[in-house]
């Protein structure tokens, strides 16, 4: 087993095949920007954003401001730093974050959550990763000094981990409106935001717009090669951009990125469906392997987790021995792969997928 194998991660690149021979499954963040991209890359007009004066950067906060439906937007170098910014500019230190336990924010956040925002997590696990209002509520402190305070309620949208489930709207509007009678703030990490809009065809506005903030990412299935945007009211978008310098996460030209992006915000969504078809596509075809369990009906974006205890071997020995075959997935449990979707695998790449699956499966 190789180094990034027992991180739980796939090697691609110098300990797996080259690349660009391999079927990669591992995240929706591998895409490449399209050719459209890299010629608005490369024409980019570009300032110093720091000076905000890169008329790029601020074309595209002002165009996710508005698809958004919201006063204000900022570009940031990452989701994961985008979801900082909305706990630093809501929730003090010592307070906690509600949220889902399998979401992005616990599992893989918790360094900055703690040591950058001096918060915690408290989590419970929701089947699906759907929180409803009484998952939520009991999770909530009550307003007495015995306790550390809820700082911040959090959902995921589409949820990671759960496999790119979409939460109902209903649901979340009604969480939404019950944290906002206690007087605390929600945040959306909508990252797959997108995805979530057009498997449930409502708009990106519509999902969001209880949150007090949300940040999306350009760079997963949009297929922008960086960046992500945090949005909300200008107040708090004013003091989210305050943060984002103290952390170092101002950038000069980034107009050379952002111009991905505004491709990305443009074009990408429509292009998404494909992406769930593929991944629906896939669930059928593991569902039919001897060994390997996942319900097809449950995929519905473009995220594919399946379990694999049934082959008798492990997700990373099993992820191992694709990647020797060139079909890239990483491992997330035990048991577990993820299978993600994304612009740069087509049916014929998924088709090659679930045949070495069968073949390292069955072997
Ligand atoms: N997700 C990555 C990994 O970090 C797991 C992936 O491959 O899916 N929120 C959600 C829901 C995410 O899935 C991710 C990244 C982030 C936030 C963080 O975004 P980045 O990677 O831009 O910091």
């Given at each position: 087993m190789s180094a990034t194998e027992k991180m739980g991660r796939t090697a691609g690149g110098a300990e797996g095949p080259p690349l660009h021979l391999a079927v990669d499954l591992r995240s929706d963040t591998v895409t490449r920007p399209t050719a459209a991209m890299r010629r608005a890359m490369a024409e980019a007009e570009v300032g110093d954003d720091v000076y905000g004066e890169d008329p790029t950067v601020n074309r595209l906060q002002v165009r996710a401001a508005e698809i958004f439906g919201r006063e204000a937007a900022l570009f940031v170098p990452s989701g994961s730093m985008g979801n900082l910014l909305a706990i630093r500019g809501w929730a003090p230190a010592g307070t906690e974050i509600v949220c889902e336990a399998r979401a992005h924010t616990n599992q893989y956040e918790l360094a900055s959550m703690s040591a950058l925002a001096g918060c915690f997590p408290r989590t419970v696990l929701a089947t699906d990763g759907i929180l409803s209002w009484e998952l939520v509520e009991s999770l909530i402190r009550p307003k007495n000094y015995l306790f550390s305070q809820t700082g911040l309620v959090w959902l995921e949208n589409t949820h990671n981990m759960a496999g790119g489930t979409v939460h109902p709207q209903a649901s979340a509007d009604e969480i939404c409106d019950n944290v906002h009678s206690l007087g605390l703030p929600i945040?959306?990490?909508?990252?797959?935001?997108?995805?979530?809009?057009?498997?449930?065809?409502?708009?990106?506005?519509?999902?969001?717009?209880?949150?007090?903030?949300?940040?999306?990412?350009?760079?997963?299935?949009?297929?922008?090669?960086?960046?992500?945007?945090?949005?909300?009211?200008?107040?708090?978008?004013?003091?989210?951009?305050?943060?984002?310098?103290?952390?170092?996460?101002?950038?000069?030209?980034?107009?050379?990125?952002?111009?991905?992006?505004?491709?990305?915000?443009?074009?990408?969504?429509?292009?998404?469906?494909?992406?769930?078809?593929?991944?629906?596509?896939?669930?059928?075809?593991?569902?039919?392997?001897?060994?390997?369990?996942?319900?097809?009906?449950?995929?519905?974006?473009?995220?594919?987790?399946?379990?694999?205890?049934?082959?008798?071997?492990?997700?990373?020995?099993?992820?191992?021995?694709?990647?020797?075959?060139?079909?890239?997935?990483?491992?997330?449990?035990?048991?577990?792969?993820?299978?993600?979707?994304?612009?740069?695998?087509?049916?014929?790449?998924?088709?090659?997928?679930?045949?070495?699956?069968?073949?390292?499966?069955?072997?």
């Open positions: 945040h959306l990490d909508g990252a797959r935001i997108f995805n979530a809009a057009v498997a449930i065809g409502k708009s990106v506005a519509e999902l969001s717009r209880k949150f007090d903030s949300v940040m999306f990412c350009l760079s997963k299935g949009l297929g922008a090669p960086v960046g992500s945007m945090l949005l909300g009211s200008r107040e708090f978008i004013a003091k989210a951009h305050v943060t984002r310098k103290m952390l170092g996460g101002a950038m000069r030209q980034a107009g050379v990125v952002a111009a991905a992006g505004l491709i990305a915000l443009e074009e990408s969504p429509e292009l998404l469906r494909r992406d769930h078809e593929n991944a629906r596509f896939l669930a059928e075809g593991l569902s039919r392997i001897r060994g390997v369990s996942v319900d097809p009906k449950k995929v519905v974006t473009n995220i594919v987790i399946f379990d694999v205890t049934g082959t008798g071997k492990t997700a990373a020995e099993i992820s191992g021995a694709l990647a020797r075959k060139k079909i890239l997935a990483n491992p997330t449990e035990k048991f577990l792969i993820r299978m993600v979707t994304h612009c740069d695998v087509d049916r014929a790449g998924c088709e090659q997928a679930l045949q070495v699956v069968d073949e390292v499966v069955t072997h």
